[in-house]
């Protein structure tokens, strides 16, 4: 009975052993008698005992592996120290576990191989400016060359570019005068906006200037010409006003009806007046002489009486 009860749970355990989990994002290589038989994914699965095998447990995440800083020489022979990073992913497990080795150890010396081949290409100068394109290439050689061994390279980054000490010392020196450089450029420009600025207020003070003289001048000559047409208007009345007074005068003796005498009289006050004037030579119309004589006559007349 004891023996029985051993062997119950001897099979127990043995049943129990052989129940196995796949987890999520897992995949389990199973080896029957020594030979690939299948690949569990996700679930649970059992496994005949004592004849398979779990022979590898392989991850599908996505995976990163860094590599150490590899030796490389430009076109331009200067040796520097390159190291990387490659994203990969298992995309067959089957592959993966029987296709090579140490895949880790293949990549990173397929890695090393690559990225010699393409800097080798390249200038020092394009290699410190070219890291997509360096990228780019190495991930499409990467990925072509890892396919057979069940491995998806998804990205490759340069991680770091160590030129030797005596280039880093000449590339500061010459970052260092092209900064200076651009200071003095930057200066300059700034000097040259700020004098173009002044001038620009200058002329536009000398422009300002002169249109307020102009409009000046022009608000001046029409005052003067106001002013002439305010004195034209004032003599033109006033001549007009003497002509009418001249005029009414005129009238009024026309309505007085004058004898030759009294015309004569007239003419005589006005000859006085015009003798008073500083003319030289005065001649003195017949009809005044007459006029003049009667009047001589009746004054030697009066006195007589």
């Known amino acids: 009975m004891p023996f029985i009860i051993g062997l119950i749970v001897v099979l127990v355990l043995i049943i129990i052993s052989n129940i196995h989990i796949v987890p999520q994002a897992y995949g389990f290589v199973i080896e029957r008698l020594g030979a690939y038989s299948a690949t569990w994914t996700t679930g649970l699965h059992f496994k005949i005992p004592f004849i398979d095998k779990v022979a590898k447990k392989v991850t599908l995440m996505e995976q990163v592996a860094d590599f150490a800083p590899q030796p490389v020489i430009t076109k331009d022979n200067v040796t520097m120290q390159i190291d990387t990073v490659i994203f ?34 390249l200038e020092l100068d394009a290699t410190l400016t070219s890291r997509d394109i ?7 050689i990467l990925d072509e060359a890892t396919d057979p061994w069940g491995i998806k390279v998804n990205r490759v980054e340069l991680k770091n570019i160590m030129p030797p000490k005596g280039i880093q010392d000449a590339m500061e ?10 200071e003095l450029i930057l200066k300059a420009e700034g000097e040259k906006n700020s004098q173009i600025l002044v001038a620009e207020g ?24 106001e ?16 002509q009418e007074a001249n005029a009414n005068g005129i009238k009024m003796l026309n309505e007085a ?9 007239k003419g005589l006050e006005a000859f006085v007046k015009a003798a008073n004037g500083n003319a030289t030579k005065i001649i003195i119309p017949s009809e005044i002489q007459s006029l003049a004589g009667l009047a001589t006559s009746a004054s030697e007349l009066m006195k007589k009486d």
């Open 257 to 265: 009806a004058p004898s030759k005498e009294i015309v004569a009289l």
């Open 134 to 140: 360096i990228n780019t290439k190495m991930r499409a």
């Open 227 to 242: 002013t002439k047409i305010l004195e034209a208007a004032g003599e033109a009345e006033a001549i007009l006003k003497i």
């Open 173 to 182: 020196k010459q970052m260092k005068a092209e900064r200076e450089r651009r």
């Open 88 to 121: 990969y992913q298992i995309t067959d497990c089957k592959l993966y576990t029987y296709g090579v080795t140490n895949p880790i150890a293949a990549i990173e010396n397929l890695t090393a191989t690559t990225l010699r081949n393409i800097i080798g290409d």
């Open 202 to 225: 200058k002329k536009q003070s000398m422009i300002l200037e002169a249109e307020a003289n102009k409009q000046a001048a022009i608000l001046e000559a029409e005052a003067i010409k």
